[in-house]
């Protein structure tokens, strides 16, 4: 849903046998589970198109640690075994890339927040933000603005 700048996605994950809309709909909580699985709660900022994607997660890991913050950490999209090979993995690892289907141009990461908390950043380019942006002005048409 969109609110002129304000985005709020919406999401419930489920398994596809399951009805939609019931409480039967939502999965059993599993341990250890990414952001994109059932009751798994995380906030999502946007970063602008402008931005180097893969340089804003060195830079966010880079001052959350001097600031103390250490347990700032985004995931990468190598496999890694260590601390230091993710540390150590090259920079366009930092951020996921989508290049085809309805999410070709979406680029997403998740971290880990200072206070273990799960954040995802995204970044809307190519095709899929010209889809952003014609909902924005479809919206814009629709409040009179």
């Known amino acids: 849903m969109q609110f002129d700048n304000v985005v709020i996605e919406l999401l419930q994950y489920r398994d596809a046998g399951q ?11 599993l341990d ?21 994607f893969n340089k804003f997660i060195a830079d966010l890991e880079a001052e959350s640690a001097r600031r103390g913050m250490t347990q700032v950490r985004a ?11 993710r540390l150590a993995a090259p920079i366009e690892a ?6 085809e289907g309805k999410s070709n141009g979406w ?6 927040g200072c206070e273990g908390e799960q954040l995802e950043f995204v970044q809307a380019l190519g095709p899929v933000k010209r889809v952003f942006d014609s909902a924005r002005e479809a919206r814009l048409k629709a409040v009179g603005r």
């Open 19 to 29: 009805p939609a809309g019931s409480g039967a709909a939502f999965a059993e909580p």
């Open 32 to 52: 250890h589970m990414s952001p994109a699985f059932p009751r798994m709660m995380h906030i999502c900022f946007h970063i602008r198109d402008d931005v180097d």
């Open 75 to 85: 995931n990468r999209v190598v496999t890694v075994t260590t601390e230091q090979e």
């Open 94 to 99: 930092n951020s996921n890339g989508i290049t």
């Open 107 to 112: 680029r997403l990461i998740y971290c880990k």
